[in-house]
């Protein structure tokens, strides 16, 4: 819970591996896996670019309790001012597993996301005497749930995945790639998924780990070019399938929440909006102008930089001038947005789709005490401080308050009252 004087924070955007998942990586010989070094240490071998080769990237990266033991995690928050985290599994999640064995990984990682989350609640010492109290009020972690996304599974068992993570108290969403079953997002078998996780109300948090192509040069950069551009290109391309198929206009309640701020997809919105109305194959296919879409989305706050926040921000408070396509306005109101909203609308504002995120346990500082406070965290938290326009109330909303309305977490004043 939040000291009185200051903001309540809530991370939305912070992995785990869990123990058995862990497992399951320690007897892979294929990558992903988890291999120990001769000095002891366990290193997890994630990315295409670590697989091979003597480059600066083959060894992977170091993987330890902070993936797994939830008092780790509660030990990163406490050195952060953090109060809630919702928990999500890392990359890659299930998709190098075949049918059977995803389905029963699903079950048995949400049960352990469940129990993890269990795990670490508030102090409930002053709580007896409280008639209201449930369990629930006091959690600090919450968590996505997992889905047997891969290709082959029975629809079935991808719905009853879902059903499961609504059962659990702590789970409220899904963590999910950018390949679907197998085809990617627009892939038209995503159907009955985008419409079970849109009636059962969970957050789609989507997230890349494939990244894109670094072609056009040979030099060794490190992690650099498949963190920092191939991820979230990843997303941004993931996302534009997906409004290109139609998914939006056929379930407008689905929750998507967009990782890395949704990479370039922000910045870009306008020109794919141009595109579409140049290309004769695609410009009737959405009901909409494709820049209305991105008010319908949420965004973490790992954007690193304040101007890139306020980008992103400007362009979901953008949104509502593109709600009708009216071909009958003039050309300069049509390309302007709507007559009456020629100026931009506070019908979606950007600062309440904002939330705060750390990617922790990733970017851990590369040298010094990795209990203490962690750059990659300090980084996006002054970015939340430093854009132009926001006061405290734009501050106090991306920092926790939008995360509590979002998934649910308070009742009461509050955190973490059951939803159902
Ligand atoms: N690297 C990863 O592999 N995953 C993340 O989420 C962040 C960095
Ligand atoms: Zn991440």
Redesign the pocket.
């Known amino acids: 819970m939040a000291a009185a004087g200051r903001p309540m924070i809530v991370d939305i955007h912070t992995?785990v591996y869990t123990p058995a998942y862990v497992e399951l990586l320690r007897r892979r010989a294929e990558v992903p896996r988890v291999v120990r070094s001769a000095d002891g240490e366990e290193r997890v071998i994630?990315?295409k670019e670590e697989v091979s080769g003597d480059g600066s990237n083959s060894k992977g990266r170091p993987v330890g309790p902070q993936y797994w033991d939830s008092r780790a995690k509660l030990s990163f928050m406490d050195a952060h001012g953090i109060d809630v985290s919702v928990v999500s599994l890392?990359?890659p999640w299930l998709d190098f597993l075949g049918p059977t064995e995803a389905v029963e990984t699903a079950r048995k990682l949400n049960d352990e996301l469940e129990a993890y989350c269990a795990s670490a609640h508030a102090s409930n010492d002053n709580q007896t005497d409280d008639t209201s109290f449930s369990p629930l009020t006091q959690a600090r972690l919450f968590a996505f749930g997992s889905l047997p996304l891969v290709p082959g599974v029975e629809p079935a068992a991808v719905l009853e995945a879902v059903e499961q993570i609504q059962q659990s108290p702590h789970l409220r969403g899904v963590i999910m790639g950018t390949k679907g079953l197998g085809k990617g997002l627009d892939d038209p078998e995503m159907e009955p998924v985008y419409r079970a996780l849109s009636s059962a109300g969970l957050i789609v948090f989507v997230?890349p780990h494939y990244g894109v192509e670094n072609a056009f040069g040979e030099q060794d950069n490190g992690h650099v070019l498949a963190?920092g551009l191939g991820f979230p290109l990843e997303t941004t391309i993931g996302i534009a399938r997906l409004i290109l198929a139609g998914v939006l206009d056929r379930h407008p309640d689905l929750k998507l929440l967009l990782a890395h701020s949704a990479g370039a997809l922000p910045a870009l919105s306008s020109r794919l909006a141009s595109c579409i109305t140049h290309d004769p194959h695609v410009k009737d296919r959405l009901q909409t102008d494709f820049r209305f879409y991105l008010g319908q989305m949420w965004y973490d706050a790992l954007a690193y930089g304040p101007e890139e926040l306020a980008l992103v921000e400007r362009v979901i408070s953008r949104a509502g001038n593109y709600e009708c396509r009216d071909e009958e306005l003039p050309f300069i109101q049509r390309v302007n947005g709507r007559a009456d909203l020629l100026a931009p609308v506070a019908v979606y504002p950007g600062v309440e789709r904002l939330l705060f995120g750390t990617?922790h346990p990733?970017?851990p500082p590369l040298e010094g005490d990795s209990s203490a406070r962690w750059p990659s965290v300090d980084e996006n938290l002054d970015a939340i401080a430093g854009v132009p326009g926001w006061g405290k109330q734009e501050r106090d909303r991306v920092l926790g308050q939008n995360a509590v309305e979002l998934f649910g977490l308070e009742a009461k004043g509050k955190i973490g009252l059951d939803r159902r």
């Open positions: 992995h994630l990315l890392a990359n997230h963190l990617d990733f970017f």
